[in-house]
């Protein structure tokens, strides 16, 4: 049997409970009754996907063959064989212990010693995060600027919470980094940790910055790509939801969603089941596959489209970095003079999709996107295709929303690995040594994409 994460695997450690419960439970308070989590396999599962997220199942971002994944405790098996699944348990979820760092007064003036704060063996707060964005602006004012594009729904409500940020990279020149579409340089942005428990991404958005900009002065392609791009990035799209992951305790909590509790009026979810998932939450195709109207279910779609602070924010962000290119009907395709591209990172399924996510009818781009997802997949050694093909149709989420309302090339990658490095919660070590590596490359081809990506 496998374990999640290496290090510390001595001590099985309750993860949370995945389903809905009627009665409330702390924050982060250890259960008494520390039921243990599994991740099923169900089988033939891919044409009922639906099935399971209808039922508020936590459907992971995971498929192999025809079969799809969930976990849960074992009150979650005997769901799924009620729902007349044929199911297996592929592997244990087990947490290593660790101290969660202290949860500072919320919004309190960052300084540069934040960028040291880490979990779970050195991954970076939401705090490190954005003193880590001022750092660089600081350290490199000719190449970088912070830029405040919204509040999370926390803070937005007045319960702490965090300002939404990124960050523009170019060697800036007079009208660089504007919030205005018609930029003179092409726009690439990386898109991170919108799914709080996918630790992975924000880790990669973090090495990404730091790249483009200590290497700038040495490195030729580094060079080329800051002098003639905006390369945005957003590395914390879910703060809130991010917060519950690192102060989980003894544990991370496997928080996906925003930390929105407002639609709890009938039932009380139990951490880390709070929240809307922001990906199925976007104003496109809204409320159609994998999605549930459960409250406290991990596909929760929220109560209307674009409900969501963070949701409103990121997509006035991008209305801000890209034009409106392309027509109404699902078919129209943008042009092949567009410019721009956005990269959503989630984990951890290993694949490489482009729109349309919402059902595998094809864009009027199919071409060109297959092709950039293909040679994405052959950097990455990892399978692409639309959503509907190589994972499951999703409705809602953030690229089908770019897509449609505005034409820019969006693709997402499911950063993934096997063995040790396996899952949400990877060894810290395995950023160094599994992910960064193999990300890398994929983020500058994809940069240079954003010159011309619709481009035959
Ligand atoms: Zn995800």
Redesign the pocket.
Same mark, same amino acid.
Do not use: A, G, L, M
């Given at each position: 049997m496998k374990r999640w994460g290496i290090g510390v695997v001595a001590v099985a450690v309750l993860v949370g409970s995945a389903a809905c419960s009627s009665s409330a439970q702390e924050d982060g308070a250890a259960s008494n009754t520390p039921d243990r989590i599994w991740e099923y396999r169900v089988h033939d599962a891919v044409s009922r996907a639906d099935d399971l997220a209808d039922a508020g199942l936590d459907l992971l &971002?995971k498929r192999e063959g025809n079969d799809l994944f969930v976990l849960g405790d074992d009150a979650t098996g005997d769901q799924l064989r009620a729902l007349g699944f044929s199911i297996a348990v592929n592997e244990e979820i087990v947490v290593p212990q660790w101290a969660p760092p202290p949860l500072r007064a919320n919004n309190a003036e960052l300084s540069p010693a934040d960028v040291e704060e880490t979990y779970y063996g050195g991954y970076r707060t939401v705090n490190a995060h954005y003193a880590h964005l001022d750092k660089v602006a600081t350290d490199y004012p000719g190449l970088a600027k912070v830029v405040t594009y919204g509040q999370s729904w926390k803070k937005q409500t007045g319960r702490g919470g965090y300002d939404l940020k990124a960050i523009c990279i170019t060697k800036q020149a007079a009208g660089d980094c504007a919030l205005s579409p018609n930029s003179a340089k092409p726009r690439f942005l990386l898109y991170t940790q919108? #799914?709080a428990r &996918?630790i992975t991404?924000g880790e990669v958005a973090w090495r990404w910055i730091d790249y483009l900009t200590a290497n700038y002065n040495t490195d030729a392609t580094v060079k080329q790509l800051v002098d003639t791009e905006e390369l945005w990035v957003v590395p914390i799209a879910n703060p809130d939801g991010v917060e519950i992951v690192q102060q989980g305790g003894s544990r991370p909590q496997l928080q996906?969603k925003n930390a929105n509790t407002s639609n709890e009026t009938t039932t009380t979810c139990s951490t880390p089941n709070h929240g809307v998932d922001l990906?199925r939450n976007f104003g496109s195709h809204w409320g159609g596959a994998s999605t549930t109207r459960s409250v406290c279910g991990e596909t929760y779609l929220g109560p209307r489209a674009d409900s969501e602070p963070e949701t409103q924010a990121s997509e006035s962000l991008w209305r801000k970095l890209f034009p409106a290119v392309r027509g109404p009907n699902p078919s129209d395709p943008s042009p092949a003079t567009a410019k721009g591209l956005l990269l959503t990172l #989630?984990?951890a399924a290993n694949t490489v999709m482009f729109p349309w996510y919402y059902e595998t009818v094809r864009t009027g781009n199919d071409a060109t996107q297959r092709a950039i997802a293909r040679q994405l997949g052959s950097i990455t050694g990892y399978p692409y295709g639309q959503s509907g093909e190589v994972l499951y149709a999703a409705s809602g989420s953030t690229d089908d929303w770019a897509y449609e309302k505005l034409g820019v090339a969006v693709f997402t990658i &499911?950063v993934g690995a096997g063995g040790n490095c396996s899952g949400f919660l990877p060894a810290f070590s395995c950023q160094a040594s599994t992910f960064w590596p193999k990300m890398r490359p994929a983020l500058i081809y994809a940069a240079q994409k954003a010159v011309a990506p619709f481009k035959p």
């Open positions: &971002e919108i #799914h &996918e991404t996906r990906n #989630h984990s &499911e």
